[in-house]
């Protein structure tokens, strides 16, 4: 059974940077794609980015070029740098196991962690 489990999360001053992990165990990690989630109050869960299992990355534009997402198999842990962070990145963020090559915009419907909420604000 697959085990996902944030952590890094925050209060963060606008401009500010986190570092979120998520460390999984349960099943062969090295051969599923990760991806970083969002839910802001009031909205549905969407991708934030995502890394295949051969590491290819994407983005929601929204984020480009201040989120990087990485991950590291021998430790089973999937992360999400973060900078420049604006108030509008407030959220719950979630690690997820994604089903298929690429990680589709809104995941599969199991294989989540608990999330970890991140606040920017002054």
């Known amino acids: 059974q697959v085990q996902l489990v944030e952590s890094g999360g925050g209060l963060v001053q606008p401009g500010g940077s986190l570092r979120l992990s998520c460390a999984a165990s349960?099943?062969?990690?090295?051969?599923?794609?990760m991806g970083w989630y969002r839910q802001a109050p009031g909205k549905q869960r969407e991708l934030v980015a995502g890394?295949?299992?051969?590491?290819?990355?994407n983005y929601a534009d929204s984020v480009k070029g201040r989120f990087t997402i990485s991950r590291d198999n021998a430790k089973n842990t999937v992360y999400l740098q973060m900078y420049s962070l604006k108030p509008e990145d407030t959220a719950v963020y979630y690690c997820h196991q994604c089903r298929g090559a690429y990680c589709s915009v809104y995941g599969h419907r199991d294989y989540w962690g608990q999330g970890t909420q991140v606040t920017v604000s002054s």
């Open positions: 349960g099943s062969i990690f090295s051969i599923y794609a």
């Open positions: 890394i295949t299992s051969s590491g290819i990355t």
